[in-house]
């Protein structure tokens, strides 16, 4: 009993700190976002975005009801799905807020390698996002199908694998562009 008090406390420390450097990370955004939004809303935006970082991996997705679980429990997923419901589909929300402070954190961190007279140096990856069901989403484009390519494998027995050329389907590219704003 006293050991599971005491992983307990542990816990409730790591996420206390954690919470702080996500505060300290994101704090400009919460800023711009509390000018347009109603303070429980800014709230609401830092729970999902700890339940991310302590939760999410890589091999496995993240359901939105799994998020709602972890803000307010398992047995009040719903609420807690509604909750992130409310600030996504607020109507002063706008994710381009997030994207242009990252945006501009980089820009920052370039500058300031360039100060410090050292080079910046960026990973180039062309990795995509496939969204085959996808046909509505915004600012899709065609991507070179990963999966089709490992379906279409020459397998045991099967000795007249299907050829040709490679299949697209709707996705997102990770090196795109931030578009110019006027």
Same mark, same amino acid.
């Given at each position: 009993m006293l050991?599971?008090?005491?992983?307990?406390?542990?816990k409730q420390e790591q996420s206390r700190e954690l919470e702080k450097q996500l505060v300290k990370l994101l704090w400009s955004v919460l800023a711009k976002l509390?000018?347009?939004?109603? &303070?429980?809303?800014?709230?609401?935006?830092?729970?999902?975005?700890?339940?991310i970082v302590m939760h999410r991996h890589r091999n496995h $997705? *993240?359901?939105?009801?799994e998020l709602g679980g972890y803000l307010l429990g398992a047995e009040n997923c719903r609420a807690g799905t509604k909750w992130i419901s409310n600030l996504v589909h607020h109507e002063?929300?706008?994710?381009?807020?997030?994207?242009?402070?990252f945006w501009q954190a980089g820009t920052q961190r370039v500058e300031d390698l360039w100060e410090q &007279?050292?080079?910046?140096?960026?990973?180039?990856?062309?990795?995509?996002?496939?969204?085959?069901?996808?046909?509505?989403?915004? $600012? *899709?484009?065609?991507?070179?199908?990963?999966?089709a390519v490992r379906l279409k494998r020459i397998k045991t027995g099967f000795c007249n694998p299907p050829r040709g050329r490679p299949v697209f389907v709707p996705g997102f590219h990770w090196s795109a562009e931030k578009p110019e704003t006027s």
């Open positions: 050991k599971d008090k005491r992983k307990e406390a542990e509390n000018q347009k939004l109603d &303070r429980r809303l800014v709230s609401t935006l830092l729970r999902p975005v700890m339940a $997705g *993240l359901l939105l009801s002063k929300w706008e994710a381009g807020i997030i994207e242009d402070y &007279r050292e080079r910046p140096l960026v990973i180039w990856d062309e990795s995509v996002l496939e969204k085959p069901e996808s046909l509505q989403a915004e $600012g *899709l484009c065609g991507v070179r199908s990963s999966k």
